[in-house]
């Protein structure tokens, strides 16, 4: 059968299923391999595939009235839904997995965030000397070297500003945490 007399007897298929959706089983016929085995390579987990299949499918007959042919063959279109429906099964996949992850913190965490986000507090109150010295040394892991060059100090005054900073850190977290 030539391509123009494939297309057209797809498109009678889908002009047919759309006037009676009973007819859909012959889409779902010449369309199930290659959808599955589209869907099969991008999930890799059988019982999944399955499922997803089986929703690209649902998906398709249940929007099959909106179908308008263009001359792309059908499977394009399943294909489509099979992409999007895989894209979305991934983002769930991945808010689970961020809420698995919160659900999991523990005390431990917790308290180390809290002491995080008090001494990111405490860094914002060191004179403006200081707070750029550690800013650059911790945050931005710059050597000592690198400090004194970009601030055109010496690395001994690098290294008291570095201390005087840590000192006054200490003392403030001190006072914080009784």
Known sequence: MKATEEKAAERLLIEAAQKDPSRF??????????????????????????????????????????????????????FRIAANLIADRWKRAAKEQAISNLNN???????????????????????????RVI???????????EVAQELGRTEGAVKQLQLRALENLRKRMGETNG
């Open 135 to 145: 800013v650059m040394r911790f945050a931005e892991q710059r050597s000592i070297r």
């Open 25 to 78: 089983s012959d889409l779902y016929e010449q369309n199930f391999e290659r959808v599955y085995a589209f869907v099969a390579r991008r999930i890799g987990v059988r019982d999944e595939a399955e499922d997803i299949t089986a929703e690209v499918f649902y998906q398709a007959l249940a929007h099959l009235p909106r179908f308008r042919w263009r001359g792309v063959p059908f499977s394009a279109w399943l």
């Open 105 to 131: 913190l523990t005390e431990d965490d917790v308290e180390e965030a809290q002491e995080r986000a008090l001494l990111f507090r405490l860094v914002g109150t060191l004179p403006p000397a200081q707070r």
